[in-house]
């Protein structure tokens, strides 16, 4: 089981208190930009019905799912506040702008 | 949403007490049962006790809701309105209702309420001749106040005296016929029923006691009633306000034991183990109530055995009674009957119209009347409820709390004096203790607070004083009656302050918000963003730059996101009128990108569920080049003018009201507002728009345009109010256009108009947009500049271009054909 890092694009792509997709055949990955110019990487989809976190308002390290008003972090992947819940959280690396993620083969074909 | 496993629970009525049992049994046994409800009235439970304040016109029926639809959506309860229960099979554990629904039960409770007595006199079942028991009964009422002819009404007791107060109040003739010497004889001695009578009197109300009914006199209709003695009183209007009687027909012809109500044990228990019954259907050791506090205790007790705690018990004891007429201090408690082994001490002040009276035997109260001053009612309350021996105080004792122990004349001082257990709210049962416990545990700074946690003040309202008192000691200076609620946990300022700090301050951006305002989180939440977007929005049209991250997503991609993370895409329809070409353009888009469902709106138009987010502008490409703009169905903004075809095609037309919705809405898309805001245009009162329901709504008349505003039919049903009635087209775009600003320069973010309306009051909203021109003018000029910065179709910019990033995924990694 390796960890391999894979090229995504660059920061600028993300708007600043937003979030972009990445496609892989596990399901989607949601990126995000905080307005501090952080980057996190967590499985798109709320623990909560499955909603699309990456659609959701950024605010401080969360986002707060479109569905239904999860409020997630970004760090640590786990539902804040009253609620319950976890998604996975990928690590991401940034070098200069141009972002890649941990992409665990291994990991992605015992998850299927 | 069915709960498997779950018992089923059927209730037959949905008054007070049973709603209150269920508040009780989905705290302690959330999820054990499947809940049906079957209430006769077709509507949701409301809070009885107050229907006079309706009558009256100081309250209106959503005032007094306690449950709205929400409540029932939330919780699961399946509610059939207008049902009325005609069997229940016990063999076959069924109920029946007239419509034809049975539903099967593991528990049943009956809370088929009372009904009212109708005395036997001939021409009792005239039009005209009322009883006063529900809303239907209000209404019917208020109806026939317009008239402002003559109203008697039967019965001097407590329900009757505050129907006669509302009639009057309504302008109508009202007499009063009592059968006794003196009014509220039950609950009043003598001579506070004649300081009683003569404050009825001063209303201009007319009361004639010892007074027998012979007949309802009349044809077609009510004409008047003739006394025993051959007097003859003319009348449009009777209500008949004699009593109530347990409404247990239906558990009688079931089988169950009934005797003046169904008979039930301390555990609310029938004759049937599976059954059960509440409220004033039932009969406790051989006595019925009325009243609330003994119904609610009811209530407890029923919930606590449904959860399958079977220890809880019914225990009689004594309510203190208050007449609801603003302006008549009335308080009476227990038995206060003159007797051999009984004292009295009474104090009476004639100019100040006081009267107290209270009895005592063996040195100990058991009965109170108060009239005129009664805030030492829950004082006496007290003593009496534990038995205290007042011989040490029996000098002052009628002075009242405040005068023992030479205790300051202080209203707060006397709360404080009251020990824990002392009864503050009546109608629930609320004592001192845990009103106060409740406001330290969950740390409660407003009344709202302390009426959803603990129900004190939250029925009849008539302890909110002292209530508030409790709360002043409780928390001191932290407790500021007129206390907003904050935005949200980014800062302590309400909507109200930070919309008019945006305005006195100059701030036109978030960061200059959150700077000035001194947000406590860096960059806001979900909640606080999108308002603020909002306020700025509205306030600086021209300068400020709409910030989309603070949007909510619908509002980023200008479509509907779907629970699956699809899309729904919805063009506008002007007016809600198309064409085959138009059709053509939408059929073929369906196709091309196989479209998963077409659906016919509310408001007028087409959606188009299941569009892959990246398909979204491809999909407005093809709709563009066919004319359509954005539905903006997704927006807190203008969504349809739904219109009927008027005068055009109509026979009953009376003017174009196609026309005048299309212009409307042409002239109005594209504008934000705090919520989303549907119009409708009715081209005649036959109302076929359903123009009656909406935020804003227009029924055109010969005269020219009448329009209505503050309608809901969501989670909350309501009819609008008239705003006014107009002569022109133009005038009446101007009106709904000065509204609209107005509405979007002060609501607070997600507040629909008929809650902004209610808050500030339709009568300002009147003053302001129908008498103040230069006001409406300045509202209708302020939207136009604004528009010029709004009517942007946000599909074409996203077709050439604009936020192509939203539409896209960044990349795509671990396939075969990997991007990269």
Redesign the interface.
Known sequence: MTTNW????HID??????A???????G?IA?FRT??NEVFAIEDQCPH????LS??????RAV?C??H?F?ISLESGRALGADEGEVRTIPVRNIDGQLS?A?E?AA?VAAE | MTNLGAQKLVIIGNGMAPGRMLEHLFEQAPGLYDVTIFNAEPRVNYDRIMLSPVLSGEKTFEDIIIHGDGWYIENNVTLYKGHRIVEINRQARTVTSDHGVTESYDKLVIATGSVPFIIPVPGKDLPGVITYRDLDDVDAMLLAAQSREKAIVIGGGLLGLEAAAGLALRGMDVTVLHVMPTLMERQLDPAAGYLLQKAVEERGIKVITKANTKRIIGTDRVEGIELDNGTIIPATLVVMAVGIRPNAGLAKDAGLAVNRGIVVDAGMQSSDGDILAVGECAEVDGMVYGLVAPLYEMARVAAAHLAGDTKPAFVHSDTPTKLKVTGINLFSLGDFADGDDREEIVLRDATAGIYKRVVIKDNRIIGTVLYGETSDGAWFNDLKKKGTDISAMRDTLIFGQSFQGGAPLDPMAAVAALPDDAEICGCNGICKGKITSTITAKGLTTLDGVRAHTKASASCGSCTGLVEQLMSLTLGDAYNPAAVTPMCTCTELGHDDVRRLIKAKGLKSIPAVMQELEWK??????KC??ALNYYLVCDWPDEYADD???????ER?HAN?Q?D?TYSVVPRMWGGVTSAAELRAIADVVDKFEIPMVKVTGGQRIDLLGVEKEDLPAVWADLGKAGFVSGQAYAKGLRTVKTCVGSDWCRFGTQDSTGLGIRIEKFMWGSWTPAKLKLAVSGCPRNCAEATCKDIGVICVDSGFEIHFAGAAGLDIKGTDVLGLVKTEDEALEHIVALTQMYREQARYLERIYKWAKRIGHDEIRRQIMEDHDKRRAYYERFVFSQKFAQVDPWSERVSGKDK?EFK???????HQAA?
């Open positions: 894979i090229a995504i694009g792509d993300i708007p600043l208190r937003g972009r997709c990445v496609k892989t055949p596990d989607k990126v307005a501090e019905k499955g909603g699309p659609q959701g308002i950024v605010h401080g707060t479109p569905l008003n409020v993620i992409f083969a992605l | 989180t860096s960059c806001g939440c979900a963003r999108p989309y991250q603070s949007r909510f997503i619908n991609v996101i629970k993370g990033h995924p960044m990349a795509a990694v671990g396939f990269e």
